[in-house]
């Protein structure tokens, strides 16, 4: 397995409270993603990174944010969590934009 | 476009063979990957295909490309009850900077 990791696995929270999901890395790897997968939808890209300090939005950015401040980790923020934010969320990371991308465990999040 | 699309749903019996099938837009593909996800897990990579391939062939998995109808299938000879799972396409372009995945297939092995 790609050295990915993903912290919470598993969350459960209020509406309206933060939220921050970390995926660490040690592939050394330039490229990360957070993705949210929901039944009927597959996977939709929320966030990206290229590098340290550059990231970029993906289809559903939303009542998201993310940094990286370093390259082994990418951290996803939920400013203030909705419902319609239950979803498990995974981390990939790839050496190209364009090659494959190996995936995290995944963090199920559930928002009440 | 960008759009890579699967069937929703494969049933099979165990020992039959699987065949997935994925379409997608964008003529300016560079590789087209399978991946698969066990309940409860993150996508694992299966295989994939260079653009300029039309078929690939590792142990139980055959992959074949039309690229003129953009055309991506997935065969699964002998299937087992452990290649039940959901498995997606997606497509890589020179350039981009994510991949585009399909919805995602899921595939049921009846004993």
């Known amino acids: 397995d790609a050295g990915i990791t993903q912290s919470p696995r598993h969350k459960v929270t209020e509406t309206g409270t933060p939220v921050t999901l970390r995926c660490h890395q040690t592939?050394?790897?330039?490229?990360m993603y957070w993705y949210r997968q929901d039944p009927g939808h597959g996977l939709r890209l929320i966030h990206y990174?290229?590098?340290?300090?550059?990231?970029d939005k993906g289809e559903v950015s939303d009542g998201y944010s993310v940094s990286r401040s370093k390259t082994e980790d990418f951290l996803l923020t939920l400013e203030s969590a909705t419902s319609s934010q239950t979803s498990v969320y995974f981390c990939?990371?790839?050496?190209?934009?364009?090659?494959?991308?190996?995936f995290g465990p995944g963090t199920r999040l559930t928002v009440l | 476009g960008e759009d890579v699309e699967q069937s929703l749903f494969l049933s099979v019996r165990e020992g039959d063979s699987s065949v997935i099938n994925c379409t997608y837009t964008?003529?300016?593909?560079?590789?087209l990957y399978w991946y698969k996800q066990e309940p409860g897990a993150g996508l694992q990579l299966l295989t994939y295909?260079?653009?300029?391939?039309d078929m690939k062939q590792d142990q139980r998995l055959t992959v074949l490309l039309n690229k003129k109808d953009k055309h991506l299938s997935l065969r699964i000879a002998d299937t087992q009850t452990g290649d039940s799972a959901i498995y997606f396409c997606?497509?890589?372009?020179?350039?981009?900077?994510?991949?585009?995945f399909g919805s995602g297939t899921r595939l049921q092995v009846q004993p």
């Open positions: 997606a497509e890589s372009i020179t350039g981009r900077r994510a991949l585009t």
């Open positions: 592939e050394n790897h330039r490229y």
């Open positions: 990174s290229y590098g340290v300090k550059d990231t």
């Open positions: 295909i260079f653009s300029n391939m």
């Open positions: 964008d003529s300016s593909s560079t590789y």
């Open positions: 990939a990371i790839s050496a190209g934009g364009d090659n494959e991308q190996f």
